[in-house]
């Protein structure tokens, strides 16, 4: 389980960020998909992430240093949160600039091995979406693994949660505000964190 966590520090890109000392989870989705609530939910703590009130204009790659437990071992994790994809009204100059920095801290950071991918479950159906899980596709390794979680799943009634998990078998879904699906999350975070996965 997570005990707590506490901000470390944000990056513009790989070059800034601080040096991997733990297991990296990596958060990622489009812009006002829940991710700072999700991470808030997670480590119990409503104030760790700051979420901004205009979709897209974190820009940051924040880091959370997290402490866990199993049994009765206790260990620490990396939760990194990433800028939200879409929305953010700059040039088209900037934009690629923050393109090609993400770009390269997904790439170059070895040390993420786990990489959640938020889709609201009200809009599954999105390109951005579908891009973003063939972009992370085209160069996950094999020693990464990749876990789809569907956010606002309390939006959504019976039928329809059916239908998302019938087309995406390992998917999680979560409600921050209703706490739904949170300590399954967690509990698969940490399994993978220690290679522990049961499937």
Known sequence: MILNAQFLTSASKVSE???PIYTEIAFLGRSNVGKSSL?????????????????????????????????????????????????????????????????????????????????DSRHENLDIDANSEAYLDSFIRADQKKITVFTKSDKLNQSQKAKILNLHKNAIMVSNLKK????????????????????
């Open 17 to 19: 960020a601080p040096q």
């Open 39 to 119: 991470i808030n939910a997670l480590c119990k703590n409503k104030n760790l992430a700051k979420s901004s009130s205009t979709p897209g204009k974190t820009q940051l790659i924040n880091f959370f240093e997290v402490s866990c437990k199993k049994n009765e071992d206790k260990f620490k994790l990396m939760f990194i949160d990433l800028p939200g994809f879409g929305y953010a009204k700059v040039s088209k100059k900037t934009k690629a600039i923050w393109n090609k920095n993400l770009d390269e801290f997904l790439k170059e950071r070895s040390s993420i091995k786990l990489f959640i991918h938020l889709v």
């Open 180 to 199: 739904i699906g949170i300590e399954k999350l967690e509990e698969k975070i940490i399994l993978e964190s220690l290679g522990l996965n049961e499937e």
